[in-house]
T-cell receptor, first 113, second 113 residues
Framework: DAGVTQSPTHLIKTRGQHVTLRCSPISGHKSVSWYQQVLGQGPQFIFQYYEKEERGRGNFPDRFSARQFPNYSSELNVNALLLGDSALYLC????????????FGSGTRLTVV | GENVEQHPSTLSVQEGDSAVIKCTYSDSASNYFPWYKQELGKRPQLIIDIRSNVGEKKDQRIAVTLNKTAKHFSLHITETQPEDSAVYFC????????????FGTGTRLKVLA
């Protein structure tokens, strides 16, 4: 079991730039969710994808977008980066949309300067 | 929408003592409550969960209780060990159908040797 893999692990971007974060779910898992975790806070829901369709979206601006590919991997895109976008971005997978308990990846630490 | 409050924000206990972390939720329709442990710099890991049709669940030194009437649930750790030191997050499933979790703000548990 390779677990949920995310890339890159760390990156630094400048305000106004664009970033793409990648996630590969556990083999056999069809649902991928994205969460933002600001330092000292709990994770906040951004998106959920199941069978390549968006099934849920949190209270994030349109600068945030995502997609899921036929192999169930996923990308999170953030445009026009702001300093406040600095956070740990966590990807979580589960075998179906409503399955109990996510398995989180180790996250991508994004720093916007 | 659903809101989850978690207390205390920090908790220090002597090794061997018990630790209790409490959470309240606002939407009585929430039906699934996971607990995650996050060690410094690592991903959140599911440690125990409970569904709304169950009042208590135990797994070795860890137990969770749920009071649906009062809309609160608690994590109990007995015989604490230094490796229990971490940040613990409670969460509640969002009943709106998006299959997202609403997380509490976290409790930093320190087990003093």
């Amino acid at each position: 079991d390779a677990g949920v893999t995310q890339s890159p692990t760390h990156l630094i971007k400048t305000r106004g730039q664009h970033v793409t974060l990648r996630c590969s779910p556990i083999s056999g898992h069809k649902s991928v969710s994205w969460y933002q975790q600001v330092l000292g806070q709990g994770p906040q829901f951004i998106f959920q994808y199941y069978e390549k369709e968006e099934r849920g979206r949190g209270n994030f601006p349109d600068r945030f977008s995502a997609r899921q590919f036929p192999n169930y991997s996923s990308e999170l895109n953030v445009n026009a980066l702001l300093l406040g976008d600095s956070a740990l971005y966590l990807c979580a997978s589960s075998w179906e949309q409503g399955a109990r308990g996510y398995t989180f990846g180790s996250g991508t630490r994004l720093t916007v300067v | 929408g659903e809101n989850v409050e978690q207390h205390p924000s920090t908790l220090s206990v002597q090794e061997g003592d018990s630790a209790v972390i409490k959470c309240t939720y606002s939407d009585s329709a929430s039906n699934y409550f996971p607990w995650y442990k996050q060690e410094l710099g690592k991903r959140p890991q599911l440690i125990i969960d409970i569904r709304s049709n169950v009042g208590e669940k135990k797994d070795q030194r860890i137990a969770v209780t749920l009071n649906k009437t009062a809309k609160h649930f608690s994590l109990h750790i007995t015989e604490t060990q230094p490796e229990d030191s971490a940040v613990y997050f409670c969460a509640a499933s969002d009943p709106s159908g998006t299959y997202k979790y609403i997380f509490g703000t976290g409790t930093r548990l320190k087990v003093l040797a």
